[in-house]
Each structure stands twice: as C-alpha cells, then as structure tokens.
Nanobody, 127 residues
Framework: QVPMVESGGGLVQAGDSLRLSCIHP??????????MAWFRQAPGKEREFVAG???????NYTDSVKGRFSISRDNGKRAIYLQMNRLNSEDTAIYYC???????????????????WGQGTQVTVSS
C-alpha cells in the first residue's frame, strides 16, 4: 500500500490558523469513491477522529472542533485538506489522514475502519 502524505503542520500560537494537506501519490484505487478522514493523536492518548468527508462531499466533525475546523477534498489531486482556525493547546497532536476501507461506505469514525495511514504532521499550539 502506498500511504498518504500529510503536510502543513507547525508550531503556532493559540488563536492562530493552519491548513493541513494530505495527498495520495498512488493510482491504484479511485480516490473519489472513498470517504476520507483526519485523525489526531496527542501524547499519551489514543488516536481520535477529527473530521471526515464522504465520497458525496458531506462532512462531519468531532464536537471539539465544530465551527473551527473545515475539511475539504479535491478528487483530481487525490487530496484532502483541513483548515484549522482558532487553534488552542488542546489541538496539539500529530495529525493523520486516512482512507476508509470500503468504497461508497457509510461514514465511520473508527480507526480500524481506515487505512493508508501516513507518517502524520505535527501540530503544536502554544498558549
């Protein structure tokens, strides 16, 4: 499997914004028919769902980021993005993107329902 490639993380101050990008460089599957998602993992914590976008472009978010984060996709570029606004220290984590395992699937927030994990990109928010 060719993994996802995440980028865009960094060290920012509370209240700042960041835009994360994720691309899949392979061509072995049709990007547009899969739900995609962003997850994050803070030190000492389990990986958690952040935001998802379906193959129909519907979106959903974990409660703590609603109104601050926005997920989008560009099927032609095999890419998804996460616009993060009003960042706070609780957002500090490694951010990963992933593809849901089943094409045309019902949205899932479960880690085990996703694959093609990349190395992640570190987001650090200083207060």
């Amino acid at each position: 499997q060719v993994p996802m490639v995440e980028s865009g993380g960094g060290l920012v101050q509370a209240g700042d914004s960041l835009r994360l990008s994720c691309i899949h460089p392979g061509r072995t599957w049709t990007f547009s028919v899969y739900n995609m998602a962003w997850f994050r993992q803070a030190p000492g914590k389990e990986r958690e769902f952040v935001a998802g976008i379906s193959w129909r472009d519907s979106t959903n978010y974990t409660d703590s980021v609603k109104g601050r984060f926005s997920i989008s996709r560009d099927n032609g570029k095999r890419a998804i993005y996460l616009q993060m606004n009003r960042l706070n220290s609780e957002d500090t984590a490694i951010y990963y993107c992933a593809r849901q395992n089943r094409a045309y699937g019902v949205g899932s927030r479960m880690v085990d329902d996703h694959g093609y994990w990349g190395q992640g990109t570190q987001v650090t928010v200083s207060s």
